[in-house]
């Protein structure tokens, strides 16, 4: 079976694919991790976070939004989801030379050779799913908004 380690520093020990975790997957946040995850497993290929598969044990790793160096295998993928303002270090041209291949939503870099298009998904709650948890505009005992 072939291995890849998830280089991020936060949900580790594999939390990032707990489904029933309210803290680490508020509104089915992680699902499309959780579908990674499981669909590589039916290639026989294993994707845990790098306490469980070291990346220097591993055929790959991959990270998300690098913010430090936590190893690295033979095959090096790193996915910028976030912008540089938010997580600049993924953004860095020292960095970027590390990878094998960037998967980014920036379609300027995109030369389907080192870099490559890719879209965040989410999984969005069902018709039936949405009348069971509507509540009226005028029900509502707080709203909050954040400006910046």
Same mark, same amino acid.
């Given at each position: 079976?072939?291995?890849?380690?998830?280089?991020?520093?936060?949900?580790?020990?594999?939390?990032?694919? +707990?489904?029933? +975790?309210? %803290?680490?997957?508020?509104?089915?946040?992680?699902?499309?991790?959780?579908?990674?995850?499981?669909?590589?497993?039916?290639?026989?290929?294993?994707?845990?976070?790098?306490?469980? %598969?070291?990346?220097?044990?591993?055929? !790959?790793?991959?990270?998300? +939004?690098?913010?430090?160096?936590? *190893?690295?295998?033979?095959?090096?993928?790193? !996915?910028?989801?976030?912008?540089? #303002?938010?997580?600049?270090? *993924?953004?860095?041209?020292?960095?970027?030379?590390?990878?094998?291949?960037?998967?980014?939503?920036?379609?300027?870099?995109?030369?389907?050779?080192? !870099? !490559?298009?890719?879209?965040?998904?989410?999984?969005?709650?069902? &018709?039936?799913?949405? #009348? &069971?948890?509507?509540?009226?505009?005028? &029900?509502?005992? #707080?709203?909050?908004?954040?400006?910046?």
């Amino acid at each position: 079976m072939k291995k890849v380690a998830l280089c991020l520093s936060y949900h580790l020990n594999n939390k990032l694919f +707990d489904m029933k +975790d309210i %803290n680490t997957n508020r509104d089915n946040c992680n699902y499309p991790m959780f579908l990674l995850k499981d669909s590589l497993a039916k290639e026989s290929i294993d994707l845990s976070t790098y306490d469980i %598969n070291h990346a220097d044990n591993s055929d !790959f790793s991959f990270y998300f +939004d690098y913010s430090k160096p936590l *190893g690295f295998a033979k095959k090096n993928y790193l !996915f910028l989801f976030e912008s540089d #303002v938010i997580a600049p270090n *993924g953004w860095k041209l020292d960095v970027q030379k590390k990878f094998d291949k960037i998967f980014t939503w920036k379609d300027s870099l995109v030369d389907n050779k080192k !870099f !490559f298009k890719i879209n965040y998904t989410h999984l969005f709650p069902s &018709e039936a799913e949405l #009348v &069971e948890k509507y509540i009226p505009f005028y &029900e509502k005992k #707080v709203m909050y908004t954040y400006i910046w």
